[in-house]
C-alpha cells in the first residue's frame, strides 16, 4: 500500500482551478505536519502550503490567496485547491509529511520523512 498518493494533477489554462488530493496511510496522516510542495526541474523543491497538527495552516507568499489546504480527516486525505492558476504555478507536486510539527512556518524538503511520487501540473496561457 502506498503510503502517500497524490492526484488531481492536468494541464488548464492560465486563471482555471484544480484540487490536488493526497491519500495518506493512517499512521502517516496523523503525522505532526503535512505539505504540500512543487518543484520545477533542477530547482529546489520548495512548499507552498502546510498543514499542521494543531490545525494552523501557512502558505508560501506566491500563492496566498489563491491556494487553500485542506483536510478530510474520515477518509485520511489532504487537499489542495488552486485557484486562479498561472503559468509560473506550473511544476510537479507533492505531498510531504513530517513527524514533526510545521512550526509556525512552511516547511523545508529536507524536513519531510514521507513523500509520494508527485502529480504534474502545467497552466498554459
Given amino acids: 500500500q502506498k503510503e502517500l498518493a497524490e492526484s488531481g494533477g492536468d494541464s488548464v489554462q492560465a486563471g482555471g482551478s484544480l484540487r490536488l488530493s493526497c491519500a495518506a496511510s493512517g499512521y502517516i496522516y496523523s503525522s505532526y505536519c503535512m505539505a504540500w510542495f512543487r518543484e520545477v526541474t533542477g530547482n529546489e523543491r520548495e512548499a507552498v502550503a502546510s498543514f499542521d497538527s494543531d490545525g494552523a495552516t501557512n502558505y508560501a507568499d506566491s500563492v496566498k ?12 486525505i489532504l487537499y489542495l485547491q488552486m485557484n486562479s ?12 509529511a513530517s513527524i ?4 509556525g512556518a ?4 529536507y524536513g519531510m520523512d514521507y513523500w509520494g511520487k508527485g502529480t504534474l501540473v502545467t497552466i498554459f496561457s
Avoid: M, W
Fill in 85 to 96: 492558476l498561472k503559468p509560473e504555478d506550473t511544476a510537479k507536486y507533492y505531498c510531504g
Fill in 106 to 109: 512552511l516547511p523545508k524538503d
Fill in 100 to 103: 514533526h510539527r510545521c512550526v
Fill in 65 to 76: 490567496g489563491r491556494f487553500t489546504i485542506s483536510q478530510d480527516n474520515a477518509n485520511h
